[in-house]
């Protein structure tokens, strides 16, 4: 079945770097856009960024456009998010998610579990 | 960009219906399609709606997804204790190319 898995998050001072990673199987990764959303402790949904199935495309939410920076690897099934000058309000916890549909991007489909960030 | 509204929260009995409105107020949401997402506390959020009335693989018939123009709304019948969650909408801006979601929605199954 179709699986994500995150890895990366940790704390990390104001001012720094993290690179976060989305495993994924059970799909063909090359065939789909995937996406990145945060949830702030006790808050909402926030999407961050999405890359199109064929890297031709990368879009980001205003509060992170020019700091964040999303990947993909097909050799590896795997997407990237590479966060440079984290703000303490970039704490969240980190979805990936594969889009719903085929070779286009639209709306997230299936998740991965998350993973914490903490910028303190 | 343009927001998504929907109610902080709602509550119905075990075995009621209950309605979840979204709504948005631009011209691009209402041509556009809304997915509806479920998330029990402490797990990812999951799909249940894609393109405004469309049941994701395994969700049961008692969801069901409707949009009229610049609104839309995720209904629930046979109401189960196990239901209550948050639930957002969430749609495509095309002139932006950004997702946007909705505050999300507190379901209470009293």
């Known amino acids: 079945q179709v699986q994500l898995v995150e890895s990366g998050g940790r704390v990390v001072k104001p001012g720094r770097s993290l690179r976060l990673s989305c495993v994924t199987s059970?799909?063909?990764?090359?065939?789909?856009?995937i996406h990145w959303i945060r949830q702030a402790p006790g808050k909402g949904l926030e999407w961050v960024a999405v890359m199109s199935y064929d890297e031709t495309e990368s879009y980001y939410a205003d509060s992170v456009k020019g700091r964040f920076t999303t990947s993909r690897d097909s050799a590896l099934d795997t997407s990237f998010l590479q966060m440079n000058n984290l703000k303490v309000e970039d704490t969240a916890t980190y979805y990936c998610?594969?889009?719903?549909?085929?070779?286009?991007?639209?709306?997230?489909?299936?998740w991965g579990r998350g993973i914490p960030v903490t910028v303190s | 960009h343009f927001e998504l509204t929907q109610p902080p929260s709602v509550s119905a009995a075990p075995g009621q219906k209950v309605a979840i409105s979204c709504s948005g107020s631009?011209?691009?949401?209402?041509?556009?399609?809304v997915s509806w997402y479920q998330q029990v506390p402490g797990a990812a959020p999951r799909l249940i709606i894609f393109d405004n009335n469309n049941r994701a693989s395994g969700v049961p018939a008692r969801f069901s997804g409707s949009k009229s123009g610049p609104s839309a709304s995720l209904a629930i019948s046979g109401l189960q204790t196990g239901d209550e969650a948050d639930y957002y909408c969430a749609t495509w801006d095309s002139r932006l190319n950004l997702v946007v979601f909705g505050g999300g929605t507190l379901l209470t199954v009293l």
């Open positions: 631009d011209s691009t949401f209402a041509s556009g399609s």
């Open positions: 998610a594969r889009d719903i549909t085929f070779a286009v991007i639209s709306l997230p489909n299936q």
């Open positions: 059970g799909f063909s990764f090359a065939n789909y856009a």
